[in-house]
């Protein structure tokens, strides 16, 4: 059964680093792409970043592109956005998510069928 639990999410100053965590279990095969997803206050949830399988291809949402980057530390089973310079537009509940069935490409956005509980950041001016 795959699990996923972020962490991470604190209050922050515009302009600040913060790097989440999502710590997944059960993806015991490969071919799971990962994914960052975030609902901001009132809005529904919008994709983020996300990351094949085997490392070779990534998507970013234009919003975070050039901010954002996305990995996965394979011995610790970790996936991780590095989020830099944050703006104020960016506070969230952040969810990691996966799909199988993506080895080497990405699934559509709206396509992801596993979900952490999400982590809160609060970006202030």
């Known amino acids: 059964q795959v699990q996923l639990a972020e962490s991470g999410g604190r209050l922050v100053q515009a302009g600040e680093s913060l790097r989440l965590a999502c710590r997944f279990s059960?993806?015991?095969?490969?071919?799971?792409?990962m994914g960052w997803f975030r609902q901001p206050p009132g809005k529904e949830r919008e994709f983020v970043a996300a990351?094949?399988?085997?490392?070779?291809?990534?998507d970013y949402a234009d919003s975070v592109k050039g901010r954002f980057t996305i990995a996965r530390d394979d011995a610790r089973d970790i996936l991780y956005p590095q989020m830099t310079s944050l703006k104020p537009e960016d506070p969230a509940i952040y969810y990691c998510?996966?799909?199988?069935?993506?080895?080497?490409?990405?699934?559509?956005?709206?396509?992801?069928?596993?979900w952490g509980q999400g982590t809160q950041v609060t970006v202030f001016s």
């Open positions: 990351l094949a399988w085997n490392g070779g291809r990534t």
């Open positions: 998510a996966t799909r199988h069935g993506y080895s080497t490409s990405l699934p559509p956005r709206d396509d992801y069928s596993a």
């Open positions: 059960g993806l015991t095969v490969a071919g799971y792409a």
